[in-house]
């Protein structure tokens, strides 16, 4: 057995690099775990110390992956903490309404014709300067208005700062908009009135975007045409709810996220058409790397699609992984290697740190590592490459490399983010293998070709013919999502996931993947501990919302009853976390449940008595019947004291912890968790004050 590991340790050795990025995003997660804002100096002044240390402990064999490890890991804290410095701007301290004026970073259209701009204020209502957030997201739902990006406008608004989770633990808004330097949301009361036109190249290069977003739109039309303008601007607020339901069902939902798939495909079109091209003069290609200089175009071209595609941030992954791909083809290097995987997510964690808590990171990175950890297989490259040689003999062969190769990318693809999708989303693509293998092919053949061949068009007022074959690919698309989409249990929903669960899995997932020799699949036991693992999260057995206008209980049955089905947004997202599939309006529906005028009532056999007292003189009466007492309403200290609940909330506890959920443990002892206590002190966590 030591033997073995010494061997696998000596053979492995070239692949420790591969595990940098691992060590740096454990430092960055260190830095969102702790429940206190820490030291940006002692952050900085660690890495430094740890960075010297290293220099002349590199040498000494015994020692030196232990110190690469934790200067690694300082690194990665390091970098979070002075990423949330950086950004770090003025956050309303409560909604205010007046005059907004400012510049349109942004703006997108929904299908119902919304617009939704984000904004750099000169001046709000009667804030100060030192008090203007530096950005802000107005909703602008007005049929009239109209906006140019880089422009200045004035418009009377109403903001709020940005919201709390609705459940303890949930996902905290407030603070993903923290780090786009976001203070504010809110919407329009008047349409915007354009003091200022755009200027500058920025506000050129998203004209130019909205430009050719429109003309995609016009030229297809229908839904298929906001998914193609999606495919190529990344403007997906005009997308229909249902279509965006269907892919999701589907397990397509990533086409519509410009991410590694569609810089991919549209680079790779570039650098195919490119070398095509020069490899038909013969001069050229015998004499001069035309490989090298494809690669050169087709960088210039990704980083074009990084412009007009709105630069968002699983964009800006995806052309660093493709940049340092076309600069390996230039350099003669690999193109396609887990150490450009690594290399590239070393960047993306020193520059925005806080990626690694999006979902789109860790899949699309996760989807990369292992697809081509299982490409590095000399037996799998055997099955799924195509013949030499060009001939309808070799046809049958071809396409069946192509079918087994898709094949094998959408379930090694699927496994390696399905876990990552069932923690953030609560869902799982049943049939995601199935509509992946009847889509994929005509967004790699048609739909991404034609999408270049269109934009190469456009200047000339030459790309409808190309656009056309671009939309009736998306349709095709649209009629697999859509067929997928409605057998049964196509879309499963699934209860929240321990953070433990999703740490273990992944962790095997990386073992397995990074390492070549044997000793990897060691990794297949804390995976298999993990989704063991899955369904040990505690459930809620009381709920209530950050405005104390909710509150559920969980009944005997195990599932939700809701006091009512509104407000909409957090009664849906209580249901999704428990992985219910039930509208707020059935789950409001409970024999239970009584509800009148005063409030309501939860009563069933072997549960605590719940109320919710909507006024003072409620509260009070309800005090000597309920175990569990939820106020609307202010409590004096007067009150509390006379009241013989076992658990009393009134409005101000809700007002300063935000949502909060009880549980009854064995004992019969209550355990009550909320928003700022899981949240912490945090700069995006606003502390309010006691009354």
């Known amino acids: ?16 690099f591969l595990w940098t990025p691992v060590l740096i995003a454990t430092g960055v997660a260190a830095y969102f775990a702790v429940d206190f804002e820490p030291s940006l100096i002692a952050a900085l002044a660690a890495a430094a110390v740890l960075a010297l240390a290293f220099i002349p402990l590199r040498q000494r064999a015994a020692v030196a992956p232990l110190a690469a490890g934790l200067l690694c890991v300082a690194l990665g804290f ?36 919304t617009l939704v701009a984000v904004l750099e204020p000169a001046s709000f209502a009667r804030l100060r300067i030192a008090e203007l957030p530096r950005r802000v997201r107005v909703n602008i739902r007005l049929k009239e208005a109209s906006l140019a990006p880089g422009a200045t406008v004035s418009l009377r608004a109403r903001l709020m700062p940005p919201p709390e989770p609705v459940l303890p633990g949930g996902f905290d808004y407030a603070r993903q908009v923290w780090f786009e330097s976001l203070g504010g949301v809110g919407f329009a009361y008047t349409a915007p009135e354009e003091l200022e036109p755009p200027d500058g190249v920025t506000a050129m290069l998203v004209e130019l975007r909205g430009r050719i977003g429109a003309r995609i739109r016009h030229v297809i039309g229908g839904p298929a045409g906001a998914v193609s303008a999606a495919l190529v601007t990344g403007e997906r607020a005009a997308i229909p709810k249902a279509v965006a339901a269907d892919l999701r069902a589907a397990g397509l939902a990533h086409v519509l996220a410009i991410s590694g798939l569609h810089m991919m495909l549209f680079g790779g079109s570039v650098f195919w058409l490119v070398r095509a091209g020069l490899a038909l003069v013969p001069r050229l290609a015998l004499n001069y790397p035309i490989k090298k200089w494809a690669a050169a175009v087709a960088l210039a071209g990704a980083t074009f699609y990084l412009a007009i595609s709105g630069a968002a941030i699983a964009t800006q992954r995806a ?19 887990l150490r450009n995987v690594a290399l590239a997510a070393i960047l993306i964690l020193l520059w925005r740190p806080e990626s690694l808590l999006g979902a789109s990171f860790q899949m699309s990175f996760a989807a990369v590592v292992a697809l081509i950890a299982f490409y ?9 490459s195509s013949p030499n040689r060009i001939g309808l003999a070799n046809m049958p062969r071809r396409i069946g490399a192509y079918a087994l190769g898709l094949a094998f990318t959408s379930i090694v693809a699927g496994a390696a983010t399905g876990a990552i999708g069932a923690f953030h989303f609560n869902r799982i693509a049943v049939y995601g293998l199935a509509g992946n293998m009847a ?4 967004v790699g053949i048609v739909v991404m070709p034609m999408a270049l061949l269109a934009l190469l068009l456009m200047p000339f007022g030459l790309d409808g013919p190309a656009l056309w074959i671009m939309g009736t690919g998306v349709d095709g ?4 999502a859509h067929e997928v989409a409605s057998w049964d249990g196509a879309d499963s929903l699934v209860a929240d996931a321990p953070l433990h669960a999703l ?48 509150f559920a209980v969980r009944g005997a049955d195990g599932r939700l009853a809701l006091g009512a089905a509104r407000p909409a947004y957090a009664a849906e997202q209580w249901l999704r976390h428990d992985g219910d599939r039930r509208t707020p309006r059935e789950a409001a529906h409970s024999p239970e449940m009584y509800c009148d005028a005063g409030g309501c009532v939860y009563r069933d056999a072997g549960q605590p008595v719940v109320t919710f007292a909507k006024s003072l003189d409620a509260a009070m009466e309800d005090c000597a019947l309920a175990d569990v007492v939820i106020a609307q309403v202010p409590l004096s200290w007067r009150a509390r004291q006379e009241c013989g609940a076992d658990v009393v909330l009134d409005y101000f506890d809700l007002w300063r912890e935000g949502a909060t959920a009880l549980i009854f443990d064995q004992d019969g002892k209550v355990i009550v968790a909320t928003s700022l206590q899981m949240r912490g002190n945090r700069p995006w966590v606003q502390r309010k004050r006691k009354n």
């Open 1 to 16: 057995m030591a033997a073995w590991l010494r061997h696998c340790v000596a053979a492995d050795g070239d692949r420790l």
């Open 78 to 113: 390091a970098a979070a903490s002075l990423r949330s410095h950086m950004v770090a701007g003025p956050v309303l301290e409560r909604p205010q309404a007046g005059v907004l004026t400012g510049r349109v970073v942004a703006v997108e259209e929904t299908e119902t014709g």
């Open 319 to 337: 052309w660093i992984m493709i940049a340092l791909m076309f600069v390996a083809i230039m350099l003669d290097r690999p193109a396609l290697s």
């Open 376 to 384: 590095e297989s000399d037996r799998v490259r055997g099955l799924t």
């Open 439 to 442: 889509a994929m092919p005509l």
């Open 477 to 480: 698309m649209l009629t697999v």
């Open 503 to 550: 740490l273990l899995t992944v962790f095997g997932g990386l073992w397995l993947a990074l390492w070549r020799e044997s000793w990897r699949y060691l990794g297949v036991a804390p995976m298999l501990l993990g989704i063991a693992l899955w369904g040990a999260a505690p459930k809620h057995d009381i709920l209530i919302d950050r405005d104390a206008a909710l």
